[in-house]
């Protein structure tokens, strides 16, 4: 049995329609659809679900309010004309979006992915069942031993069904969203509650990339790699695939597979509990970032300090992406700070010396073969400093696939070219082995 969730993208209009309609029937094992609302394309600039947002936020009866509502239920309704599909479904959109002030926040948005799916299950001829009817959500997380109780009373084994993502239900029957990239971590759910044998997240990319393709355009594609390597991809700001819909498939060992609707005959990239095909699986960073610097003698020694500094940190909801410390000193790289000059402030007034900086990048070379041998490691730090890069800080993960070094923001592309093309164009992995 095979899940295939289909991200906005692959389900903007009737022509992508069309193409998933392909995908699914050229394989009998496909059984269950996870289907995102519709995404942009070139006559729509924005996703259902932007415009759905910008609806709530509008203010009744404006004409800002008369345009938006207009337009989403013109996108449905040229979906659902253009594929000739019943003439109920119309009706269905209209009465979705017939008394929108009354809706709450999350059924609101959410009523993108509830109409794109029944709209893929008429097109299909599969049977739709909503997320709403099994998917417990507390507090942004999935409660699986309550959705798979529930998910076993409505299902039945010949059936081909299309699902809804993004969202479920708490036990109040309330509406509850997923955080961020809650289609695929709703496909990969169902994935694990219904046990299936593949899941297949397509999208408009050919799979994962050891560059972010926005920096360099057609570099390597990765053929597989490890659930611990796309984690690890996925926390460093890889955008294809979230890091809170790994878990639920590695916890049952589920391949999963990441494919093109655009180029269905491309292989894509496989991650399964099989390492990388590749010597290195990924060159990644982000350049958003805040140095903190925190110095006082015996730091590390008392754990006092430590929970005194984190509790201050948590003032300022600050998200941790790493954290190096040493006898007297620990350093903390955090997302951007909007108020340096507060959190410096209050610093002080807590008897904690600190410096913060600004515009520093992170970049994280990832590999499950070779990062336990220092040869390329040095090598990377070579390769920086030849090009006159300054790295001021370099640590490798306690599992052994990532060695992690900071730059300044300014060289963040710079460095990820350099490193890309050094270590790949010269083919300089295998000689650093």
């Known amino acids: 049995m095979i899940l295939a969730k289909f991200g906005g993208s692959s389900v903007a209009n009737s022509h992508q329609f069309k193409k998933v309609k392909n995908i699914v029937n050229s394989d009998a094992n496909k059984k269950y659809v996870v289907v995102s609302a519709p995404g942009k394309d070139e006559q729509h600039a924005f996703k259902i679900t ?12 404006s004409i800002n309010f008369k345009n938006l509502h207009a337009e989403i239920m013109q996108r449905f309704y040229n979906i659902i004309d253009e594929l000739n599909l019943d003439k109920s479904l119309k009706l269905l959109v209209t009465n979705t979006f017939s008394n929108v002030k009354k809706l709450s926040y999350a059924k609101l948005v959410s009523r993108g992915e509830y109409l794109n799916a029944q709209i893929m299950a008429n097109y299909l001829g599969w049977h739709f069942v909503d997320t709403n009817d099994f998917l417990i959500i507390e507090n942004g997380q999935i409660n699986y031993v309550a959705s798979q109780l529930r998910l076993a009373n409505i299902m039945h084994n010949d059936d081909k069904i299309v699902f809804p993502g993004f969202y479920g239900v708490n036990f109040n029957g309330e509406i509850q969203l997923l955080p961020r990239g809650g289609g695929d971590t709703s496909g990969a759910a169902i994935s694990n509650l219904l046990g299936v044998d593949k899941y297949e997240n397509w999208t408009d990319i050919d799979g994962i990339q050891v560059v972010d393709p926005h920096i360099i355009k057609n570099s390597v594609k990765i053929d597989s790699l490890s659930y611990d390597e796309l984690q690890e991809l996925s926390y460093m700001g890889l955008s294809v695939f979230q890091e809170d819909s790994i878990n639920p498939l590695k916890n049952k060992n589920i391949p999963l597979v990441i494919r093109n609707t655009n180029h269905p005959h491309r292989l894509g990239t496989t991650i399964s509990n099989q390492n ?86 992170l970049v994280a070379v990832i590999s499950q073969k070779v990062l336990a041998n220092n040869k390329l490691q040095r090598r990377i730090i070579d390769i920086l400093e030849k090009h006159h890069i300054n790295s001021f800080m370099f640590n490798q993960s306690s599992n052994d696939i990532k060695f992690l070094f900071g730059i300044y923001a300014k060289d963040y592309q710079r460095a990820i070219k350099i490193i890309y093309q050094s270590l790949f164009e010269k083919n300089l992995v295998t000689q650093a082995l």
Not at 299 to 312: F, P, R, Y
């Open 276 to 361: 990388s095909s590749s010597d290195i699986t990924g060159v990644i960073g982000d350049q958003e970032y805040s140095l903190i610097s925190i110095k006082k003698y015996g730091l590390a020694k008392e754990t006092n300090n430590m929970i005194a500094i984190l509790n201050v940190l948590n003032q300022f909801n600050l998200e941790i992406k790493c954290m190096v410390s040493e006898f007297d000193s620990i350093n903390l790289f955090v997302k951007n700070i909007e108020k340096i000059g507060q959190l410096e402030a209050f610093l002080v007034k807590n008897n904690i010396s600190a410096k913060v900086q600004s515009n520093i990048a």
């Open 50 to 61: 932007e415009l759905l947002i910008k609806l709530y936020h509008a203010r009744p009866n």
